[in-house]
């Protein structure tokens, strides 16, 4: 019997009656499976001697375990319906040169059951030799109440299998009494019945470690035609795709609506959940990797987020300045919905602004991979702390706004990163973060009004004299067609900086939101981000202005933090003295502490009480991104890129070190008391 395909259940074209009739056909043939499991499988009998098996082998199924507890004949053995086969001790480990550790076959030697190397109960198609797989707990508790549901209570054999998986154990041995004295639980763990808090790990035995072996490649199973096209795979870690379709995503979106037929169209929006564990991100059919900027390559990318998947056509490009020529490149990747890529594709994450196009951050020369994400966060908590409306940067246009236009749109004026994990062509690329970029609309910065303005510092640039028309030190993100407006905004701007202390007092409210230039002020004093400003030079950063007056400084680009040289070759304890104020009459930054001093140490004071700035802080950000990366997963890592220029520089303790003593430093600056 051949199992009905995807498109049979969730085709353009697929009627009611259509998806009906599919399923009966599937479920029949899990009716059929289930009755040639059982007769199959046989069962398990122990007696006391031979003598007493020999009096009732008549009643024993072929392909029974039978076990003789006393005699010269004790022992276990396999009855094939004429012969009694002493077993072999390591019967578990017979099939360890495929993906299984043990198989259960009928009587024509087709694998009808197996058990294999993750500790998955896997059952076979005789026609398609598909593997469907049986014993992920959840997934079987949902199939049972899924069945109930569509009133499939008559398929009792299938129910009544399902009803087992409530067990933890897949198999169970006994003695002659009864008396269970061996497991292996679903797991993947032998555990003894006399000894049940002694746990036995399988990929603990020496002789198993060539099974679990590291491998670039991330499918553990292909399913591949006569041409060796891939139809489906299984991954490593437990996504089941076939013919690019995420098998367990769509049960669960087909029990959504049980027995009617999805209507499917081209999709202009992707929304997926914040992931709370690691992005694995597959692209293929990608051709050789530019090694600098100006190349666009094409492809097809799987996306997983926390068991949401979306597939699509993707382009890519290298992506940064200096970055660009690390081994390991920074990844612009832009969503199409159509191969001839005319159709852009927005993703959504959670409460993010969808893009269509996001970053993946190779972080070269961190080699915690922490960084820049860890960073980004601590700025929105910053954000997060303030008190009144707008709290936001990127909320500030919508005051006075109504209706549609005073609608939130998820901008948040810095970029959010997740950790990922990249494979392309089925090869291991790398670790890194996954998320959103500098983008125009993710500062809620219209496209071309005059006097909103977004400027990217890509070189280095004096904030107190910024070039007026034709820039070559900095991107005009936003307006796309600047006029005079645009130009007088940022020569009026130049003019402020330049005042003499009083004037620039007074001018202050003016030109600076007080908010943002005090927070972000604290925010680069604490993290020491020397690739972003020092003194009065600023590379990397956003800077934006809503109305031509007013502008605002945004970070960005913040791997070099917490004592990391830019390139990554260094660690310095740089923990003392300001990263902003010089002390000159020309220094931008000692002028906003002189005009804003007793607001700025207030304000350090509530950062350092409701320990945003702290070391207790910087460790739950850092170990929350750690964590969503594997040991395995940076041993890939390492295997894939062995020499890192940070490597053996620096650690999470290292950061917690120099955190704790830029505190030091800080408090005193700021005149902080607890």
């Known amino acids: 019997m051949t199992v009905p395909s995807d498109y049979d259940f969730i085709g353009n074209t697929i009627t009611e009656s259509q998806f ?9 043939h899990i009716r059929q499976m289930s009755l040639d499991l059982v007769e199959a499988q046989g069962g398990n009998y122990s007696y006391a001697t031979m003598a007493l098996f020999d009096a009732d082998k008549i009643n024993v199924p072929a392909n029974s375990t039978v076990r003789i507890a006393r005699g010269d004949d004790a022992g276990l053995y396999v009855w094939d319906g004429t012969n009694l086969i002493l077993a072999k001790e390591s019967i578990f480990f017979e099939g360890s040169n495929s993906e299984n550790l043990f198989e259960w076959k009928d009587n024509a030697g087709n694998v009808v059951l197996a058990l294999n190397k993750k500790g998955q109960l896997v059952s076979y198609d005789e026609d398609t030799k598909r593997s469907i797989l049986l014993t992920n707990q959840e997934d079987i508790k949902e199939l049972k109440k899924f069945a109930d549901e569509l009133n499939l209570n008559n398929i009792r054999v299938l129910l009544k299998l399902i009803e087992t998986s409530d067990s933890s154990d897949l198999y169970t041995f006994e003695d002659s009494d009864g008396n269970i004295v061996l497991r292996l639980t679903k797991s993947g763990m032998l555990r003894s019945g006399q000894i049940d808090g002694l746990h036995n790990a399988v990929d603990a035995l020496e002789y ?14 292909r399913f591949e035609d006569a041409e060796k096209n891939i139809l489906g795979y299984v991954d490593k870690f437990g996504n089941w795709v076939f013919n690019g379709v995420d098998i367990l995503n769509e049960i669960t979106e087909l029990k959504k609506f049980k027995n009617k037929a999805q209507t499917v169209t081209a999709l202009k929006q992707i929304a997926v959940k914040a992931p709370e564990s690691i992005i694995q991100i597959y692209l293929t059919d990608i051709p050789a990797l530019p090694d600098a900027k100006g190349t666009v390559i094409s492809g097809k990318g799987e996306f997983h987020f926390d068991g949401q998947s979306f597939n699509c056509f993707v382009k890519m490009e290298v992506q940064g300045a200096s970055s660009a020529s690390y081994a390991k490149k920074n990844w612009n990747i832009s969503f199409f919905s159509d191969q001839a890529l005319t159709k852009a594709l927005n993703v959504k994450i959670g409460d993010l602004l969808p893009h269509d196009e996001l970053v993946f951050k190779s972080n070269w020369i961190d080699h915690t991979n922490i960084r820049n994400a860890m960073c980004y966060r601590l700025w929105e908590q910053f954000a997060a702390s303030r008190t009144g409306y707008p709290r936001l940067e990127t909320e500030k246009p919508y005051i006075g706004k109504t209706g549609q236009d005073a609608l939130q749109n ?22 890194g973060s996954f998320g959103t970029a500098k983008k125009r609309s993710n500062y809620n910065i219209a496209k071309n009004k005059p006097k909103e303005i ?3 510092m890509d070189g280095w640039n004096d904030i107190t004299n910024l070039e007026v028309t034709n820039p070559t030190l900095y991107e005009l993100k936003a307006p796309s067609n600047p006029t005079a407006d645009t130009w007088a905004a940022i020569s009026n701007w130049n003019a402020f900086t330049q005042l003499s202390d009083a004037n620039f007092a007074a001018q202050a409210n003016v030109y600076l939101d007080k908010q943002n230039a005090i927070d972000f002020m604290l925010f680069a004093e604490f993290v020491r981000c020397t690739d972003v400003v020092g003194g009065n030079a600023a590379k990397n950063l956003q800077f934006i202005s809503y109305d031509g007056k007013k502008f605002m400084f945004m970070p960005y680009d913040m791997d070099t933090v917490f004592g990391l040289e830019w390139t990554g070759a260094a660690v310095y304890d740089n ?28 304000r350090y004071k509530q950062l350092r009480d409701l320990k945003i700035i702290s070391v207790e802080n910087t460790y739950n950000l850092s170990t929350d991104l750690f964590l969503k990366y594997s040991r395995d997963v940076y041993d890939l890592e390492l295997a894939r890129w062995p020499v890192r220029p940070s490597l053996n520089i620096t650690s999470l303790e290292q950061i917690l070190t120099w955190t704790k003593k830029r505190i030091a430093f800080l408090d005193t600056y700021f005149n902080y008391t607890a």
């Not at 004026?413 to 089925?426: C, F, T």
């Not at 005009?595 to 140490?601: H, K, L, Q, R, V």
């Open 454 to 456: 977004h400027i990217g």
């Open 575 to 602: 923990t003392t003295g300001s990263q902003l104020v010089w002390n000159s009459s020309g220094s931008f930054w000692r002028k906003v502490k002189v005009t804003y001093n007793t607001d700025i140490e207030a």
């Open 410 to 431: 998820g901008a948040n004026g810095v970029p959010r990163l997740y950790s990922a994990m990249l494979y392309i062509n089925d090869e291991f690329y790398g670790i």
């Open 208 to 221: 198993l470690k060539k099974l679990t072996k590291q491998s670039y490649d991330s499918k553990l199973i």
């Open 20 to 28: 009906k009739n599919a399923l009966t056909v599937l479920l029949n």
